[in-house]
């Protein structure tokens, strides 16, 4: 199994172990940033095909950016010192990450038109359950780091 691979806590992770191929590493790198490589792999057909590709633009980009911000936010909660600043990064990186995609699904809708709209939508909905899969599938369940010790 993958589990425990993909923190940024400095818990134990897959590669730590003894013996563990660099190619686990780069498989488990893959994984974790599929979302993004399935948006820029469907790009040119989006681009060459007659679909909307304003909306799937739109929705590419607010899903990088969202995704780029929420990665930083994670990786500063798992960081943090006390159980309340985590929590409150935690929240914000989810909310932060709803109310940034609806709002550009709402732009590439009244902005440009309602194909526009459901392709950013549809860009943003497949991201979002490949990333769902992959994060259940590497991460494996989630345990607390140990307490720190303060001096």
Known sequence: MLAHATRQDGLPSATDRPGEAPSATLALTFLRWLDLIVIIAAAPFVLISSLP??????????WLAARLVVTHVERRAWNARDTRSRAALHLTAILGRVWFIALGVLVARFA??????IAAAVTVLVAFTIELMMKLM???PLIAPPP???A
Not at 53 to 62: E, K, V
């Open 112 to 117: 440009i038109g309602t194909p526009d709209g």
């Open 53 to 62: 590709s304003a909306g799937f633009a739109i929705g590419a980009g607010t």
């Open 148 to 150: 720190r010790r303060t």
């Open 138 to 140: 590497v991460r494996g």
